[in-house]
């Protein structure tokens, strides 16, 4: 109240027409805003289905009906305007990578919540809080940059291996995991945390079998989240794990393909020359398969995001509040 | 939850040293787990300046002689390279921020003030969705579909601005012709394929629409009650309500999402990667529109770094640790804005 006093607007004028038309004119760009943001959103997915489902409709022959060859071909021996190739040895790497920066992010993020949470207090607390928060604004292309050079330490210059791509992505993830299962974490209610004490239950277990497990729906969702965010990153993987043509299995060895890297690489191959009419040849197949592997994407980030607030919808706890 | 309950507690299921061990250990193992966070940041830092100092000490005829995008000529060496760079990703995300900021507020306000209760949840969610898209996926929507959509209007805009030294195109002829017997020189200007900065600052623009706006809703939806039933109790409108109530309450919020986007918008690579030219040479060009002139640290790191040799790689880190030092000086501020706020505010 008091700003409002201070400010001298406590005696308004009668609603004049200018006031009125003034909030109309507000309301109305404000309803534009909204509508403004919805037009690239509504664009994109319906350019990236349309366009996406081109390259699943061209068999390796050239001839046009519906396949799968795009999710079961690597691009092992794929050249020029060949109309085959397909995503299956990049899919492998996003999961592959993806999997390994979980294993790595989930643990150290939660059980830093759990620490910022349940036992911490003082400066470290502080800091910790503060820094989480300043790490969510690391650029992805610096995680990258970092990974490559922790690795080029470690492992030698110039490794480019999956497992350089899955520490640059749990760099970018751990923030998104610890801040999640916070939030998690502090809407379980205090009476819990008692009655388990009050029973004699040592603190480590209470925090483990009452807390985390009343806050594990809404930990996993975070956790969903998290990777949906991570999966779709290219520039640090570009940096830290390069492109391949064929499948690569081993994260300690060797570059490996992801669906995001995928994506740009095919992009910057650009039309391929078709001289001769004897070999079925596509000039825009590298084109369409950059929109079919964006389709994937997307379908895979957008499914991710769904089961998510699925959980968070159906499994988490009614908390009472 | 006090340690002193805990020790008084009768020790029957959970007794002797065993539990102590075990309670000690857990604490412990999360203490670690966060102090690991902090000491990755460490390290985050302290690998970047330990692999770029190769570039950093070389004197400009070594590093000339072993980086090919590097010349030993005023302008072409290292620092000003990465000056040029600092000052291309300083304008688009400028840019995408002026463009992004305005809409921003506005649709925090429709979600939390405008929109139905029962919708607002579902809208804010429509809103998030556009952080779920894969900047990938931006950047190709942007280099096949949106550019060419837009080229007409810059094109148009360059045609009826081009007085103005930031809406200039690129000379790329000059004619001479004769008026009155005296020769006068035009020039010809061109946005090329509009792979400019203005599009690249629209496209980061969409990009960071998400994160402003999820933080600037939050802080409108704790104004309190009071402060906006007193206002609409003296008879103020809708608007007024707002401009009273809501925004002198949100502004520290909304001054630190903006900050957020900022951050947010200088290291976004993969879409400015994407629709840039990727022979952009990046010099102090004022104009938004000239094609081939600005690039941004992030994008030039991602174009440069699968072919670079070791020199190079050490001389983009270089470049790299530039990108941390800005972008971890603009979030540490913005948090700190947003942190004061929420100590300050009665509402909470």
């Known amino acids: 109240m008091a700003a409002v006093v201070e400010q001298g607007t406590l005696t308004l004028e009668p609603l004049s027409r200018r006031r009125a038309t003034v909030d109309r004119l507000m309301q109305a760009a404000v309803y534009a805003a909204f509508t403004l943001a919805l037009i690239p959103l509504v664009w994109l997915i319906v350019t990236v289905i349309s366009r996406g489902v081109g390259r ?265 509040r | 939850m006090s340690t002193a309950t805990e020790e008084r507690a009768p020790e029957q299921a959970f007794a002797g040293p065993r539990r102590d061990i075990l309670n000690r250990g857990f604490a412990g193992l999360s203490r670690g787990a966060a102090i690991t966070i902090l000491v990755t940041l460490a390290l985050v830092a302290t690998f970047l300046v330990k692999e770029a100092l190769p570039a950093l000490t070389a004197n400009p005829s070594d590093l000339a002689d072993q980086v090919d995008w590097l010349k030993d000529e005023p302008g072409r060496s290292l620092w000003p390279v990465i000056a040029s760079l600092v000052f291309g990703t300083v304008i688009i995300a400028s840019l995408a921020l002026a463009i992004a900021a305005p809409v921003s507020y506005g649709i925090a306000l429709f979600i939390s003030h405008y929109a139905p209760r029962r919708m607002a949840a579902g809208l804010g969610y429509v809103i998030d969705l556009l952080a779920a898209i894969p900047s990938v996926i931006y950047g190709l929507w942007g280099a096949f579909i949106f550019i060419p959509a837009i080229l007409p209007a810059l094109e148009w805009i360059e045609r009826s601005f081009n007085w103005l030294p930031f809406l200039r195109g690129r000379v790329i002829a000059t004619e001479t012709t004769m008026v009155n017997g005296q020769e006068v020189v035009t020039q010809v200007f061109s946005v090329g394929t509009g792979r400019v900065a203005l599009s690249a600052g629209i496209v980061l623009a969409i990009m960071i629409l998400p994160i402003i706006t999820a933080v600037t809703r939050e802080v409108f939806l704790q104004t309190p009650v009071l402060h906006e039933e007193a206002a609409l109790a003296l008879g103020a409108t809708r608007w007024e309500m707002i401009r009273m109530a809501v925004i002198p309450f949100g502004k520290p919020g909304m001054i630190g999402a903006t900050m957020l986007g900022l951050g947010r918008a200088l290291g976004e690579t993969m879409a400015v990667f994407m629709i840039l030219s990727p022979w952009s040479i990046p010099r102090f060009s004022v104009s938004v529109l000239e094609p081939s002139a600005h690039n941004t640290i992030a994008a030039n790191i991602a174009l440069k770094f699968p072919e670079a040799n070791s020199m190079g790689v050490s001389a983009l880190i270089a470049m790299g640790l530039a990108l941390f030092v800005i972008t971890l000086a603009v979030n540490m501020l913005a948090r700190w804005i947003i942190s004061r706020r929420s100590e300050f505010s009665g509402a909470n």
């Open chain 1, 56 to 320: 699943f409709m061209i068999d390796s022959d050239g001839e046009s009906h519906f396949n799968w060859d795009f999710l079961t071909q690597s691009m092992r021996g794929v050249y020029g305007g060949m109309p085959a190739g397909g995503i299956l040895h990049a899919a492998t790497g996003t999961l592959i990578i993806t999997l390994i920066a979980a294993a790595i992010s989930v643990p150290i993020g939660l059980l830093t919540a759990i620490y910022v949470v349940e036992y911490g207090r003082g400066p470290l607390k502080r800091a910790i809080t503060f820094f989480v928060d300043v790490m969510t604004g690391i650029p992805s292309i610096v995680a990258g940059l970092f990974a490559y050079a922790l690795f080029a330490v470690l492992a030698g210059p110039g490794t480019k291996t999956a497992i350089v791509g899955a520490v640059a992505l749990a760099v970018l993830m751990i923030p998104v995991v610890v801040r999640s299962s916070e939030e998690m974490l502090r809407i379980v209610p205090n009476e819990l945390r008692e009655a388990s004490l009050a029973l004699g239950v040592p603190k480590w277990l209470t925090v483990l079998k009452i807390v985390v497990r009343t806050a594990f729906a809404g930990i996993t969702t975070g956790v969903m989240l998290a990777i949906a965010r991570v999966i779709g990153e290219t520039a640090p993987l570009l940096i830290a794990v390069g492109v391949a043509d064929s499948m690569n299995w081993d994260p300690l060895d060797g570059r490996m393909m992801t669906l995001p890297v995928y994506i740009v690489s095919e992009y910057r191959k650009g039309p391929q020359p078709c001289n001769n009419p004897d070999v079925a040849c596509i000039a825009d197949i590298t084109v369409q398969r950059a929109w079919a592997a964006a389709l994937v994407l997307i379908l895979i980030v957008m499914a991710l995001n769904l089961i998510a607030r699925l959980i968070a919808k159906y499994l988490s706890p009614k908390t009472g």
